[in-house]
C-alpha cells in the first residue's frame, strides 16, 4: 500500500463505483446516456471518489450535477475532473433525478447526519426520476450517517438501495442497524490486502456445506452424534416438540427427549426415545436445554443436570432466565465443553446485565466472553461470537422468523450439529444458516408459523447441502 500513489485507491474506488451506476442506469432506464445524476458531496475522501465516478459518467453522456455540502472543501481533483468531463454543481436538488450518489461521509463520518446534510440527503430523496419513481440511492463506500464500524445509527442517515464499499465489508453495513441502512452491498477490489484478517465473517453456503458433518459408510447411530432434547413441560408441550423437530433436522442419528412433556414428544415422534428426566436419559454427545422447560425448582435441578454433563449444551430461554442466577453462571464458566447460549435481545439484557445496545458485535463479544461460551445473539443478521473472539454474521436471517417458537427449532437444529461434532461457533452459524433458509422458504407460502419453519427444514438443509 505504500509503494502505491496516493490517487490510485481513490480511481480504483471511483472506477468501480461508476461501474455500478451505469449498470444500475441501464437495468431501470434503458441507457446511461442522458440520464440524471446528482452528487451529494462531503467535505473529505468520500465526497473525493463520488466526484470522480461522476466525471467518469459525465464523460459517457449522463447529466451530472454536484451539490456541495462546504464548498470550500470540496475535494479539488474531484471537482476539477468533473468540470473538466462536462458535469457542473447546484446550490439545491434539481426536481428530476435519476440516481443519487452519497458521498457525504465514509469511514471518515462520526455520529448521525449533521443537520444540514440531513436536510440537504431528504430534500434529495424526495425529488423525482424521469420514469416517474423515486430515484435510485446509491452510497459511496456506507451510507453516510451509518457508524462503519459497528452499524449504529445514532442519529439521521441515509438509507440506500445499494452501497458500494471498498476494499473491505465494514461491520456497519452488515450488522444491526447499518445493515437495513445500506440495501445491497456490493465490494470493489481497490487492491488492499487488509492488515489483519476480518473481525467480522459472512457464512456462505460453501461454508455450511463443508462443516455439515455427512453420514459415512462406517456411521452408525451413535457414531452420527446422538442429541438430547431437555425442554418442554406437561404445561408448554408445544416447546418440546419445535426443539425435537429441529433436532431431527439435523445431522445426529438419535434424538433421545427428556422431560414431562414425553408422551406427547412419543405420539409424535415414535424414533425419538423419551424419559421423564435428564438423569436418566442414557448417553448423549449434545444437549438442548431450555425452552418451555419453566424455572421453578425442577428446571433448575434439570438446568445443572445438563450443565454437568462433560458434552456440549445449548442453552435457550428459560435455561437463560434461570442463568440470570449468579451460582448457576458459575457452573457455566466451570464448564470445559462447550456451551452456546442463544438469546434474543431481552435475554441478553438479562443474561448480560446489559441491553445489546447499537454495537451488537461487541456486546455480543462482551458476553461470550463473561461467561465463556459462544453467542447467538439472535436479529434480522443473527451474529455469533464466541469466546476466543470469533465473530460470524448470518445472511440468510428474515423478518418471518420473528415468530414465536420459532427459536426452539433453531436450538434443536444447533444442539442436533453439536452432537454430530461441530465446535460451538460452527454449530451455530451453520444452524442459523439453515434456519433463516427454511424461514424464507416457509414465508413463500403467506404467514409463517413456528410449525411451518420446523416443516421446511429438512428439505432447506437439503438444499444448502446438494
Ligand atoms: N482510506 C482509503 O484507503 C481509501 C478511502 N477512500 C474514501 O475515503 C473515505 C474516507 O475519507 P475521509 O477520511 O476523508 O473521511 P470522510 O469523507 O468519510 O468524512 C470526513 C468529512 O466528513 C465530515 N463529517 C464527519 N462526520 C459528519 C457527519 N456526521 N455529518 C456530516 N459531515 C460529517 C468531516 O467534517 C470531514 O470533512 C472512505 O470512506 C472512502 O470513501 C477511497 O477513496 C478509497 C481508498
Ligand atoms: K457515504
Redesign the pocket.
Known sequence: MDTLPAGT??Q???AGLARRCAQLLTDRFGAVYARRVLLLV????????ALYAGARLAARGVAVRALL??PD?AHAGGLAALRAAGGSTVAAAPGVVDLILD????????????PT?ASVVSAAASSTASDGGRPILVA???P??VD?DTGEVPGEAVTADVTVT??CLKPGLLVGAGATRAGLVDLVD?G?SPAVPPVLRVADREDIRGWWPVAGRESDKYTRGVVGVATGSSTYSGAAVLSVAGASAGPAGMVRYAGSAADYVRQRYPSVIVTESVERAGRVQAWVCGSGLGTDERAAGELRTVLAAPVPVCLDADALSLLADGRMQDLLRERSAPTVVTPHDREFTRLAGFPPGGDRVASALGLANQLNVTVLLKGDRTVVASPDREVWVNPTGTAALASGGTGDVLSGLLAALLAGGLSGVRAAVAAAYAHGMAGRAAAEGGPVTSTDVAAALRSSVAAVLA
Open positions: 485507491l481513490m480504483r474506488a471511483a462531503g467535505a473529505g475522501d468520500n465526497g473525493g471518489d455540502l462546504d472543501r458521498g457525504v461521509v465514509g469511514i471518515g463520518g462520526k455520529g448521525g447526519l449533521r446534510a459511496v463506500d456506507v453516510s450517517g462503519p471498498f476494499g481497490i488492499l
